[in-house]
T-cell receptor, first 111, second 118 residues
């Protein structure tokens, strides 16, 4: 089975940094994805980690520790447009492709 | 390159009617996935299809729900005799062919169809 946990809500100030944690307990692992979803819109791909370590992409970074079943998404220099839901998803071993999603973390950025 | 296109964006049905949700994958993508999202819950996998084949329907209810991805045209998720509990956002995603831990297996999502059952 799959169990993926992330906080429900987080609030931060414009220009600050926010770290969204995701822990998972899954039967098999072949990568972890982070998606951003604005209300009423499509989830959009942010990052993918399959090996341990930090992946940096501009203001967003994602970290993975497979031994701990743990990932985080780090958002730096927060902007108002970063207010959205952030979804953590785990992919099982190939050839299975279906993603298992956490419930999402709603981030609110305040001026 | 257009993204994943879903229509309609909003669909209202009365109990007992049929709902048909359409999904056109990104150009070059041959894998289609359907997910359902209930309020305050994560996306839940329903079905995975390739052209003319259902690969995995383990997340789809056995009754009233069906999916297809014909050789020509969009993928269709069909819900017969809808009930109030079917009210949700239904998302389609697509990915290119390939296996293994490659970035090319990223699933790209459409904007969803919000189904409301009265």
């Amino acid at each position: 089975g799959q169990n993926i946990d992330q906080p429900t809500e987080m609030t931060a100030t414009e220009g600050a940094i926010v770290q969204i944690n995701c822990t998972y307990q899954t039967s098999g692992f072949n990568g972890l994805f982070w998606y951003q979803q604005h209300a009423g819109e499509a989830p959009t791909f942010l990052s993918y980690n399959v090996l341990d370590g930090l992946e940096e992409k501009g203001r967003f970074s994602s970290f993975l520790s497979r031994s701990k079943g743990y990932s985080y998404l780090l958002l730096k220099e927060l902007q108002m447009k970063d207010s959205a839901s952030y979804l953590c998803a785990v992919r099982p071993p190939s050839p299975d492709y279906k993603l298992s999603f956490g419930a999402g973390t709603t981030v609110t950025v305040r001026a | 390159n257009a993204g994943v296109m879903q229509n309609p964006r909003h669909l209202v049905r009365r109990r007992g009617q049929e709902a048909r949700l359409r999904c056109s994958p990104m150009k070059g993508h041959s894998h289609v996935y359907w997910y359902r999202q209930l309020p305050e819950e994560g996306l839940k996998f329903m079905v995975y299809l390739q052209k003319e084949n259902i690969i995995d329907e383990s997340g789809m209810p056995k009754e009233r729900f069906s999916a297809e991805f014909p050789k020509e045209g969009p993928s269709i998720l069909r819900i017969q005799q809808v009930v109030r509990g079917d009210s949700a956002a239904y998302f389609c995603a697509s990915s290119p062919p390939g296996q293994g831990p490659l970035k090319e297996n990223i699933q790209y999502f459409g904007a969803g169809t919000r189904l409301s059952v009265l």
